[in-house]
């Protein structure tokens, strides 16, 4: 009796989605991916992932269209199972989706971790977290000082932010800062290559991670998965590290895939120690030894400094952050505004002077307003923000955001960048950890 052939839709944010596809679905005969939607990420919807990277049975590529129309989609296709796909997003809202799936008529699933992590013939160290802005960078870097400070040589892969031309995309390499021009980066990728290329590391990402892992291990001797928006690890690995945030207490159990890395994680990071209120901490602790009493507990502060020494005290200051971690992310500030408020800066509003796609964005991420986060998925968007920039009335720019946002927007104030690292206070020492499990 001849199997019938599923039908599929699967929901994503040009990120996990390929990668659940290339897993799972690629060359399958047993199911036919009828589309990709696409949600918080612009400018994706309309376009195909293309038969390149989709394989023998997509010669004419997949349809990438508006998550909005997944229930009509699901009706005119007969549509069996709705994969979800994406992340950094609270179980009620992904269960709101499973809902409208189920009720539309359709299956809804899960990929679970296992099916979808990728074996590498070198050991892999991942970074990960709970929720976007949890300081989930600083610790992977702080990762990677201790596997270069064993001699080793350090392939970072980054999870997908594959914004462009998806074909040319496939496997980027990134070692030096023309790389980021040539490849065309957002502000959004620079935001996580730029670091890591500071120190040395040689950084991959793209859309086809079973290339990419290939590419990593050819040329280094530790793999490091830097994951982003809070998504589980592309690949097995032989450690763990999951982050997690004090100020927003309970989130470590409340969001999608978080929680499972949480459940996963052999070393839990709590960030930020030092800017908590000790019953948050408690919570977060509590939390920890109640889901993965097994995880080894690690305390940390994130470190800010500055790049240049200036006088902030009552300077009016406009103050750029990490724009992920704000919006998605849903922090209502950054470590530039921290910093700000600690040496009595006039921090100025920059909602009324905001343009185009920045208005935009305070529109939909209410909780933005008195900083401006720095936005930059297309070279229009980048534009308006250095509108919004030029136009807000202040004496210095403080760059909150971890690149250096001068290189790309000219201002004739002051633009300092602010600095953050991981500074262990608590637990056993990370770097040690790191190293008896890539020993």
């Given at each position: 009796?001849?199997?019938?052939?599923?039908?599929?839709?699967?929901?994503?944010?040009?990120?996990?989605?390929?990668?659940?596809?290339?897993c799972?679905?690629?060359?399958?005969?047993?199911?036919?991916?009828?589309?990709?939607?696409?949600?918080?990420?612009?400018?994706?919807?309309g376009?195909?992932?293309?038969?390149?990277?989709?394989?023998?049975l997509?010669?004419?590529?997949i349809?990438?269209?508006?998550?909005?129309?997944?229930?009509?989609?699901?009706?005119?296709?007969?549509?069996?199972?709705?994969?979800?796909?994406?992340?950094?997003?609270?179980?009620?809202?992904?269960?709101?989706?499973?809902?409208?799936?189920?009720?539309?008529?359709?299956?809804?699933?899960?990929?679970?971790?296992?099916?979808?992590?990728?074996?590498?013939?070198?050991?892999?160290?991942?970074?990960?977290?709970?929720?976007?802005?949890?300081?989930?960078?600083?610790?992977?870097?702080?990762?990677?000082?201790?596997?270069?400070?064993?001699?080793?040589?350090?392939?970072?892969?980054?999870?997908?932010?594959?914004?462009?031309?998806?074909?040319?995309q496939?496997?980027?390499?990134?070692?030096?800062?023309?790389?980021?021009?040539?490849?065309?980066?957002?502000?959004?990728?620079?935001?996580?290559?730029?670091?890591?290329?500071?120190?040395g590391?040689?950084?991959?990402?793209?859309?086809?991670?079973?290339?990419?892992?290939?590419?990593?291990?050819?040329?280094?001797?530790?793999?490091?998965?830097?994951?982003?928006?809070?998504?589980?690890?592309?690949?097995?690995?032989?450690?763990?590290?999951?982050?997690?945030?004090?100020?927003?207490?309970?989130?470590?159990?409340?969001?999608?895939?978080?929680?499972?890395?949480?459940?996963?994680?052999?070393?839990?990071?709590?960030?930020?120690?030092?800017?908590?209120?000790?019953?948050?901490?408690?919570?977060?602790?509590?939390?920890?030894?109640?889901?993965?009493?097994?995880?080894?507990?690690?305390?940390?502060?994130?470190?800010?400094?500055?790049?240049?020494?200036?006088?902030?005290?009552?300077?009016?200051?406009?103050?750029?952050?990490?724009?992920?971690?704000?919006?998605?992310?849903?922090?209502?500030?950054?470590?530039?505004?921290?910093?700000?408020?600690?040496?009595?800066?006039?921090?100025?509003?920059?909602?009324?002077?905001?343009?185009?796609?920045?208005?935009?964005?305070?529109?939909?991420?209410?909780?933005?307003k008195?900083?401006?986060?720095?936005?930059?998925?297309?070279?229009?968007?980048?534009?308006?923000?250095?509108?919004?920039?030029?136009?807000t009335?202040?004496?210095?720019?403080?760059?909150?955001t971890?690149?250096?946002?001068?290189?790309?927007?000219?201002?004739?104030?002051?633009?300092?960048?602010?600095?953050?690292?991981?500074?262990?206070?608590?637990?056993?020492?990370?770097?040690?950890?790191?190293?008896?499990?890539?020993?």
């Amino acid at each position: 009796m001849a199997t019938s052939v599923r039908k599929v839709l699967i929901l994503g944010a040009a990120g996990r989605d390929f990668h659940n596809f290339n897993c799972l679905y690629r060359d399958n005969d047993l199911y036919r991916v009828v589309a990709f939607t696409a949600t918080q990420i612009p400018d994706i919807a309309g376009r195909r992932y293309p038969a390149v990277l989709a394989g023998s049975l997509y010669p004419e590529g997949i349809p990438i269209v508006e998550e909005s129309a997944m229930e009509s989609l699901i009706r005119e296709h007969g549509i069996d199972d709705v994969v979800f796909s994406y992340s950094d997003v609270s179980h009620q809202y992904v269960m709101e989706l499973g809902s409208r799936a189920m009720a539309a008529g359709a299956n809804f699933v899960l990929a679970g971790g296992r099916p979808t992590m990728l074996k590498s013939a070198k050991p892999v160290v991942a970074v990960c977290a709970v929720r976007t802005g949890c300081g989930k960078s600083q610790t992977s870097r702080a990762v990677s000082a201790a596997l270069r400070a064993l001699g080793l040589k350090v392939a970072v892969v980054r999870h997908p932010m594959p914004y462009g031309d998806l074909a040319a995309q496939a496997v980027q390499r990134f070692a030096t800062a023309q790389d980021l021009i040539d490849h065309k980066c957002t502000i959004e990728e620079r935001e996580e290559y730029e670091p890591h290329i500071e120190t040395g590391s040689v950084v991959f990402a793209g859309v086809d991670y079973h290339a990419i892992l290939k590419a990593a291990e050819a040329e280094a001797d530790v793999v490091l998965w830097d994951g982003g928006n809070n998504d589980m690890p592309f690949f097995a690995p032989n450690l763990h590290v999951t982050v997690t945030d004090p100020l927003r207490p309970g989130q470590e159990t409340s969001f999608y895939p978080g929680m499972a890395n949480l459940l996963m994680a052999d070393v839990v990071v709590i960030n930020k120690v030092d800017s908590a209120k000790p019953a948050d901490l408690d919570t977060v602790r509590a939390s920890i030894a109640k889901w993965n009493p097994n995880a080894k507990l690690v305390e940390a502060e994130s470190e800010i400094t500055l790049d240049q020494a200036i006088e902030l005290a009552g300077v009016r200051t406009l103050v750029v952050e990490d724009g992920p971690t704000l919006t998605h992310g849903g922090m209502p500030i950054g470590a530039g505004y921290v910093l700000a408020q600690r040496r009595g800066a006039q921090i100025v509003d920059p909602t009324p002077y905001a343009v185009g796609s920045i208005r935009g964005t305070y529109e939909k991420y209410p909780h933005c307003k008195g900083i401006l986060p720095a936005m930059g998925y297309s070279d229009r968007q980048v534009s308006e923000l250095a509108q919004t920039i030029a136009a807000t009335p202040a004496d210095v720019v403080l760059v909150g955001t971890p690149i250096d946002l001068g290189k790309l927007i000219a201002d004739g104030r002051p633009m300092v960048r602010v600095r953050y690292e991981l500074k262990q206070v608590r637990g056993p020492n990370l770097g040690e950890l790191v190293a008896a499990a890539v020993r």
